[in-house]
């Protein structure tokens, strides 16, 4: 599985961005996830999402902000950012899984390379 992120940027608070995550290979039974770094800190996870079932799975600090979907034809899977915050100020990374809709960044085997998203204050 390849996995290319993109559509980062700078967005002041209180934007919205949408990152996409186009998957390519063997992607029929997984599961796409989103994390993110800041500098300094853990890779944190965000969201992640059933490529089959579409059923999906938040980590709190996000519920109610962002919001992941997928489009199976396109083989993409999105994460929408609302009311953004400097504190979500990080690089995004999409990673994809055969094991389960999990937070555990050790489970995902297949990493892209990332997206900066800048929020300023």
């Known amino acids: 599985v390849q996995l290319q992120a993109s559509g980062g940027g700078l967005v002041q608070a209180g934007g919205s961005l949408r990152l996409s995550c186009a998957a390519s290979g063997r992607t029929f039974s997984i599961y796409v996830g989103w994390f993110r770094q800041a500098p300094g800190k853990e890779r944190e996870f965000i969201a992640s999402?059933?490529?089959?079932?579409?059923?999906?799975y938040y980590a709190d600090s996000v519920k109610g902000r962002f919001t992941i979907s997928r489009d199976n034809v396109k083989n993409t899977v999105y994460l929408q950012m609302n009311s953004l915050e400097p504190e979500d100020t990080a690089v995004y990374y999409c990673?994809?899984?055969?094991?389960?809709?999990?937070?555990?960044?050790?489970?995902?085997?297949?990493w892209g390379q990332g997206t900066q998203v800048t929020v300023s204050s």
């Open positions: 990673a994809a899984t055969t094991y389960w809709l999990t937070s555990d960044h050790s489970k995902y085997n297949y």
């Open positions: 999402i059933s490529r089959s079932s579409g059923r999906t």
